[in-house]
């Protein structure tokens, strides 16, 4: 867990926001036993910028993995940073609701939670089951 927090952490240094100047980092791994890794990547027209979580998984997707064994996100808040709702519908589409998620901040506070308690009543696959 620590170390995924820490890939986090490292990756949190390459993040683009010199707009917000909030530079988030994640890490997850994958089914695979692949670590991905993801900044956030701010733009001048916003909200075309992306999150760290979203990157990572993008990550993941093009090395072939499809699903989320663990993640980890890290920010420098006063409080664990929490992923944005468009990131928790993410990370809920490649991981199951007991996968373990940890939020971290750059001062060391810690919260482990996950994707189920992220997501209550998540939008997924069974919604669709009649198309």
Do not use: W
Not at 6 to 24: C, G, I, L, Q, T
Not at 38 to 46: I, K, L, R
Not at 58 to 69: K, L, N, R
């Amino acid at each position: 867990m620590m170390s995924l927090v820490e890939d986090a952490r490292r990756v949190r240094e390459n993040a683009h926001a010199p707009y917000s100047k909030f530079k988030v980092g994640a890490a997850l791994i994958a089914g695979s036993g692949k670590v991905y890794l993801g900044c956030n990547v701010e733009n001048v027209a916003y909200p075309e910028g992306t999150c760290a979580e979203a990157g990572a998984i993008a990550a993941m997707v093009a090395g072939g993995d499809t699903s989320i064994t663990e993640i980890a996100v890290i920010a420098d808040s006063p409080k664990p940073v929490s992923p944005c709702g468009g990131c928790r519908q993410k990370i809920a589409e490649f991981a199951s609701g007991d996968v373990r998620v940890t939020l971290a901040t750059t001062d060391g506070v810690v919260h482990q939670t996950t994707v189920a308690a992220l997501l209550p009543g998540s939008f997924d696959a069974d919604y669709m089951s009649r198309v």
